[in-house]
């Protein structure tokens, strides 16, 4: 069974994770809510296949019966802990795991913490904490890798727009990458809303993203824009503002997407799409693999059963996986040339469903003319919980240049009058010329993709395999 290693990083990283391994327990039929065994709780049902799968986030002692385990305490007494690393430079987040409800699942090896943030800036994240706990990090690591039998992935979750997340973040991945090369590194990463109050947000995003293309093996990139307007389709949170209720109306919607990525990896299902297939067939070039994701129904993401009305038809659900309204970041994947897609499904669907509705996708969608294929399939017998049937699309898409150009723009928008830049250059090992190699990076990137519109992809030379 492949597992996989969570690694949060920063204050965005933490609270999608709270919500991650709270969603996480539930899919497993842990009744969260009671702490004993309640007669009267609204027990999510266990199905066949399940629990086999525990181990893939959860580290379960020898001899544990894992169809055992109802309660969030029933956890406890058998000494399971979440394979998860919280990492903040401040504590008010991470304390959550430490006091929560889920605190017996993380030992103190799970969660580091320090005083007093990062200040939303890259280079402190990334230079001066990032130094000052690399060894200690990677210590912590290798414990977590090593309880591990079937290690397939670290899942890092952060954001990009403040300094701890953007910045240690990136430090953690360039620490994967040099230590676990051969292990996937799936980043999950908040893009910022562009009406937000963090000022050079452009200048971490631009900085965190370089890093992405050099050290990731896939990015799922996500944006708050289009999360709050699903949540708003969904009807979902009426709080506009940054309240913790919006935050975890958004961060749900994030840990579906994450759930439902890695089932084929932890369920039973007759056409199972294994993680590094996603890579392997929806990343044709290195560095182009940034995946647009979106997920139907749209009421899959609220761990509660579906409200009347909400549709239950194979083709609506699927047909959702490609509708412009569900994508977890702002665009049209289907608006740009489509490197690979894959369409991957959860629960009570026939072959035959999903044949036909991806002869409907093929029909919309504009793939190469290397690949006239570039469809994966899969199909996973475990629906979430409440639900008989959901998907997740994923979109390796040119339309992706925009978000490179708009980040591109911001970050110009500062350093044409070199804005804020002192809080850079005056963080020990940072160096202005990575302001520039990010932009390039930038460019490049978005130009990579651009040029796929025209048939003609100009691979840069530093993306290349050599
Ligand atoms: N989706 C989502 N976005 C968040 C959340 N918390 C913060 N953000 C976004 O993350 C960005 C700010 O980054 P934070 O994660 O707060 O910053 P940090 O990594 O803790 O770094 P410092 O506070 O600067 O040390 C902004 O774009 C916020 O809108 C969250 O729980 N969910
Ligand atoms: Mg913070």
């Known amino acids: 069974m492949s597992e996989f290693i969570t690694i949060q990083v920063g204050q965005c990283g933490n609270q999608i994770g709270n919500c991650f391994w709270k969603c996480a327990v539930q899919e497993y039929g842990i009744d969260l809510f009671h702490y004993n065994r309640h007669s009267n709780s609204q027990q999510i049902p266990k199905l066949p296949g399940m629990f086999e799968s525990f181990s893939s986030f959860f580290c379960c002692p020898e001899n544990i019966s894992c169809k055992s385990l109802s309660t969030i305490s029933d956890l406890e007494s058998a000494n399971i802990k979440a394979r998860a690393l919280c990492i903040d ?11 929560g409800s889920l605190r017996g699942l993380f030992n103190n090896d799970c969660l580091l913490t320090n005083y007093p943030g990062s200040g939303n800036n890259w280079a402190e994240g990334f230079f001066s904490h990032g130094s000052h706990h690399y060894e200690d ?8 890798v090593e309880c591990c039998d079937g290690l397939h992935g670290f899942l890092l979750l952060y954001s990009l727009g403040g300094g701890t997340g953007s910045g240690l973040g990136s430090r953690v991945l360039s620490l994967l990458e040099d230590q676990y090369p051969h292990i996937d590194r799936l980043v999950t990463c908040v893009y ?7 000022i050079t947000a452009p200048y971490n995003v631009a900085l965190a993203t370089n890093e992405l293309i050099r050290n990731a093996s896939c990015v799922f990139p996500v944006n708050n824009q ?10 979902l949170g009426e709080a506009k503002d940054k309240t913790s209720r919006y935050f975890r109306d958004v961060n749900n919607i994030i840990v579906n997407m994450l759930l439902h990525l890695t089932s084929g990896a932890r369920f039973p299902g007759s056409l199972n799409v294994d993680m590094n297939e996603i890579a392997t067939n929806l990343v044709p070039f290195p560095g182009m693999h940034f995946l647009t ?8 993401i609220t761990m509660k059963p579906p409200l009347p009305g909400c549709t239950t038809r194979v083709d609506d659900i699927l047909s959702g996986t490609w509708a412009r309204t569900n994508q977890l970041i702002k665009g049209d994947p289907l608006s740009g040339m489509v490197l690979g897609a894959a369409l991957i499904v959860r629960g009570d669907a026939s072959l035959c469903d999903i044949r036909r509705n991806v002869e409907k996708l093929k029909k919309k969608v504009r793939f190469p003319s290397w690949n006239q294929d570039a469809v994966k399939v899969g199909m996973c017998s475990v629906a979430p919980p409440w639900h008989k049937l959901s998907a997740l699309g994923l979109f390796n898409s040119s339309s992706l240049a925009t978000l490179f150009e708009e980040t591109s723009f911001q970050f110009n928008k500062l350093f ?3 804005a804020h830049i002192h809080h850079y250059t005056k963080v020990d090992g940072f160096e202005i010329a990575s302001f520039f190699e990010s932009l390039e990076q930038l460019q490049d990137i978005a130009e990579a993709y651009k040029g796929l519109e025209t048939h003609q992809p100009v691979i840069p030379h530093r993306f ?3």
Do not use: H, Q
């Open 464 to 466: 290349k395999v050599l």
């Open 416 to 418: 044409r009058r070199r």
């Open 192 to 198: 910022p809303a562009g009406n937000e109050d963090v």
């Open 293 to 300: 994701s979106s997920v139907s129904p749209l009421s899959s």
């Open 226 to 235: 289009a999360l709050t307007e699903i949540c708003g389709r969904a009807k």
């Open 89 to 99: 430079m401040e504590d008010s987040v991470v304390a959550r795991f430490r006091k």
């Open 137 to 144: 990090i990677s210590e912590r690591i290798r414990k977590a």
